[in-house]
């Protein structure tokens, strides 16, 4: 290795001057990289990586609401009746907004944080398994498809047959899994909408400042720079005068250092 010379040139030499030698007289002057990252193969792989990753972050998040909802109905009481007349196979309680417990009247916090919320849409819309989440604070806007078409989608994507309902009891663990693994595909109406505050100008990137008569007033310095500055363009503009002067007035407080002492105070009697 030379370290004189440029990346490209000095570094494998051996193998450069080898290339040289073939013929590859063009590939002996390339900067050194792994294969897999000069094919792009490695960035292939990543997205892969992560479509799947998506997509079983989805799965998961849909068969853990389908399991937890006989919980959710001991704690927080029976969801409400549905307002429409055919109603999906699995009625759901939005995991992404609070829910009212009708017995008691009291609300229970969303199950998910809005940071986890915020993760799991990521990883939907990089699987695009959006439509397979239910409406929240992170992903207020709807996908636009019915429940039956969602469920059609779901199966065009990942594969399988439409399941029936969940097993009733007494049932198995082996049994419930696989009734899980078969319906987390299924329609599911989601009970509970959230409700998004409209704010003036989000649609157009300015939510910050829009509908405020007053923008952001700055830090204490920025807003004394005007009037600092102007006191400094009056301060320079006399400068050279007020430097004579200054050297006029000190020039005679000056002491002659030919002249004899002499106190400014009174002379004190010797007696």
Do not use: C
């Not at 390339?30 to 292939?44: L, V, Y």
């Not at 944080?113 to 990883?123: E, G, P």
């Amino acid at each position: 290795m030379d370290p004189r010379l440029e990346v490209g040139l000095g570094d494998k030499m051996l193998l450069r001057l080898a290339a040289w030698k073939l013929g590859l007289v063009e590939a002996s002057k390339r900067k050194k990289r792994a294969m897999q990252f000069g094919s792009h193969s490695a960035r292939m792989d990543g997205e892969r990586r992560g479509l799947a990753a998506g997509a079983k972050a989805v799965k998961s998040f849909r068969i853990k609401q389908l399991a937890s909802l006989q919980s959710h109905v001991i704690h927080n009481g029976p969801l409400p009746a549905s307002a429409s007349e055919q109603s999906a196979p699995h009625r759901l309680p939005n995991p992404f907004v609070p829910h009212k417990n009708p017995l008691t009247g009291r609300w229970a916090p969303p199950t998910i944080s809005l940071r986890r919320q915020a993760d799991l849409v990521k990883k939907a819309k990089a699987s695009n398994t959006l439509y397979l989440l239910p409406l929240g604070p992170k992903n207020a806007k709807s996908s636009g498809l019915t429940t039956e078409a969602a469920a059609k989608l779901a199966h065009e994507q990942f594969g399988g047959k439409k399941g029936k309902g969940l097993p009733k009891e007494p049932f198995d663990k082996t049994e419930w899994k696989q009734s899980l693994e078969r319906t987390w595909m299924n329609p599911v109406e989601w009970v509970g909408e959230p409700k998004v505050k409209e704010v003036p100008g989000a649609e157009l990137g300015t939510r910050l400042y829009a509908a405020k008569k007053r923008m952001f007033k700055g830090h204490r310095w920025e807003r004394l720079k005007a009037a600092r500055d102007k006191k400094k363009k009056i301060l320079m503009r006399d400068m050279a005068r007020r430097i004579r002067n200054y050297k006029a007035y000190y020039q005679k407080r000056k002491p002659n250092p030919l002249k004899t002492y002499s106190s400014a105070k009174a002379k004190k009697l010797p007696f």
